[in-house]
């Protein structure tokens, strides 16, 4: 790279990095206006670069904010939205499926609230995936037109499932009264299937176009149909599909929770706040439930990485990459922490007397949660200066070098997930009492599975030192991920078997949480939107200086790996402006109510809440 093309990228980091400060110190406000002007600026930056070049276009760029990180801010808004607008629907169908079939008219209202915040969400999701695609062609032609040879026939397929999704939406959206009752509850159970059916399939098509550009495979001639195919069923295309499908569904459920504990903390009625207070639990009953998997699903991804490229594999977890994983770690870990304390408060307020018999087990979980995140975030190499180097014998610390490998870290996040498994089912048997014959021996036969589970998953954590890694990477962590699966699948269907007879000792009380519940909720939404930016960002940096890994060179000026904290600062801002913008959404989402409420009020106070008879009150009538 010439020295000017480095200095000019500098500059507009630089240039970023201040933009950003003023933002912090002067508001969000210049924001919006850096947006504008770099959106007014696009015409005459496309115009200027036709006139200078005599040959085919490569490239484009825009000044001060660079073309790259323009797509990167728009394109990780976008993945935001989609994760959003993809995850609520598969439980709000579920919810949806809930009431229809237990009758539990509560339930149909929640997925009908979900509903009416995707409806919110989907045009600015597809909004911000035009313009993205707008932005790709002007600035990046040339791989747009290799990436269009390859996977034209799937560019049909996706405009085709996007339409296809958008009619069902406003089916299922615009019909759900009308479809309340008799048959008609059915078909409108059936578009909500048929909802999701599309939204996975608008998912798992452009997968393929953005793991081809990690993965590539070698394609061979043939009509379009099978060169996109052949594409398409790249090794990395399922592990993505799979982890995006959970992560969405996090993605969702944390940010309703987010939503149930914003609203939460702003009604004043006993019946909003035990409504509010019920679907912040659900929520995080959700993003909780995807993040027992999610794990399981990142591990077999950066094992298909590996096996794929193991320079790719080293790049991401042993190269300069690998302090992202250290953030990770801690943002998990958050996650986890915050998750567990929603938990513990819902065992403390709504279920009263059960806070002593719990206190004791909720003290070791948080203790445990504690050194398990310690561990976790542990760095195998840490950054010290010489003369430390030479006290510690080198770049590994002696105690905390061992710490900091994969062996302990898959340890302590299967650990992570039992624990958080098990926070669920105390808060699941929190005010009851078993009556069962058998509930003595099944309790002890749960006990004995979690003990034995977390002793096996610790021996093969330990026993992962004294292997080689391929031993360890294939045999030993794939057994502990088994084992905390077995864990899972047991103690659930015998939990559930268990509380089918039990006596209900202390009723739940909703609407009781303190407003911190609230803000935990807010703190999980924040984390998981964090997470997601962070891993984007390794994903597209693993590719290097590459477009489409080990085919098409990345030429531009922009052919290198942002460094950590200049990443850190646009994930930061692609965060802020997220939350911003799904706080405009959420709020015009609830423009209806308030007007509703509102005009509710207003004939509320009116007697009776009818409106007063020409010539007096009926009171006054009756009177006289």
């Known amino acids: 790279m010439r020295g000017d093309e480095v200095s000019a990228i500098q500059q507009g980091v630089g240039t970023i990095q201040r933009a950003l400060r003023a933002v912090g110190s002067h508001g969000g406000w210049l924001a919006g206006l850096l947006l504008t002007a770099g959106w007014l600026a696009l015409p005459s930056i496309g115009f200027a670069a036709e006139g200078a070049s005599a040959g085919p276009t490569e490239y484009r760029d825009i000044p001060y904010i660079g073309s790259r990180n323009l797509i990167w801010f728009v394109a990780q808004l976008h993945l935001l939205l989609a994760g959003f607008v993809l995850g609520v629907p598969i439980f709000a169908w579920l919810c949806e499926v809930i009431a229809w079939r237990g009758g539990e008219q509560r339930y149909d209202k929640l997925a009908k609230e979900f509903t009416k915040l995707l409806t919110s969400a989907y045009a600015t999701t597809a909004l911000f995936g035009g313009i993205l695609l707008f932005l790709l062609v002007a600035f990046y032609p040339k791989l747009m037109n290799y990436l269009t040879d390859v996977f034209f026939p799937s560019f049909l397929l996706y405009c085709l499932l996007f339409l296809l999704e958008t009619a069902t939406l406003y089916l299922y959206w615009y019909g759900w009264d009308a479809m309340q009752y008799g048959n008609k509850k059915t078909l409108h159970i059936f578009l909500g299937f048929l909802l999701n059916f599309f ?58 929770g987010a939503y149930a504990g914003v609203r939460y903390l702003s009604v004043k009625s006993t019946e909003d706040r035990e409504h509010y207070d019920w679907m912040g639990y659900v929520g995080n009953f ?31 977890m042993g ?273 209806g109510d308030k007007y509703k409420a509102a005009a509710g009020s207003g004939k509320a106070e009116l007697p009776h809440g009818l409106p007063a008879m020409a010539g007096g009150a009926p009171e006054e009538q009756q009177r006289t």
């Open 199 to 256: 939204a996975v399939f608008i998912m798992i098509v452009p997968n393929a176009w953005a793991t081809f550009q990690a993965s590539p495979v070698v394609i061979s001639e043939g009509t379009a149909i099978e060169r996109a195919w052949a594409a398409t069923w790249n090794p990395t295309w399922w592990p993505i599909n799979i982890h995006r499908f959970i992560a969405n569904v996090v993605l969702g459920g944390y940010i309703c």
């Open 286 to 316: 959700i993003g909780v439930f995807g993040l027992l998997a999610l794990p399981f699903a990142g591990y077999w991804l950066m094992r298909e990485i590996y096996q794929y490229n193991q320079q790719m594999g080293i790049t991401l």
């Open 319 to 591: 190269g300069f990459l690998s302090w992202l994983f250290i953030i990770q770690a801690m943002l998990i870990g958050v996650l986890f922490m915050g998750s567990n304390y929603y938990f513990w408060l819902g065992i403390t307020y709504r279920i009263p007397g059960s806070m002593a018999k719990y206190r004791r087990p909720m003290l070791w979980m948080l203790i445990s949660l504690l050194f398990c995140l310690a561990v976790w975030m542990t760095p195998h190499s840490l950054v010290a200066s010489i003369e430390e180097a030479q006290k510690m014998g080198g770049a590994h610390h002696p105690l905390l070098g061992v710490l900091g490998v994969m062996s302990a870290k898959m340890t302590v996040s299967n650990l992570m997930i039992l624990i958080t498994f098990m926070s669920f089912v105390m808060y699941w048997r929190a005010g009851k009492q078993d009556t069962a014959g058998w509930a003595k021996f099944g309790k002890a036969v749960m006990g004995a599975i979690l003990v034995l589970a977390s002793i096996a998953v610790i021996v093969l954590g330990v026993w992962g030192y004294f292997v080689p890694a391929i031993v360890r990477i294939n045999y030993f962590s794939t057994s502990q991920v088994l084992i905390v699966i077995f864990v899972i699948l047991t103690i659930t269907p015998l939990t559930a078997l268990l509380l089918k007879s039990a006596r209900t000792t202390t009723e739940m009380v909703w609407g009781s949480m303190p407003p911190r519940a609230g803000y935990a909720l807010v703190l999980n939404a924040v984390m998981v939107i964090l997470l997601m930016t962070l891993m984007g960002y390794a994903r597209s940096s693993s590719r290097v200086h590459w477009h489409v890994y080990g085919v098409m060179r990345d030429s531009s000026p922009y052919a290198y790996s942002p460094a950590l904290g200049s990443a850190s600062l646009i994930m930061a801002f692609c965060t802020f402006f997220f939350c911003i913008l799904v706080a405009f959404i959420f709020w015009v989402a609830t423009m």
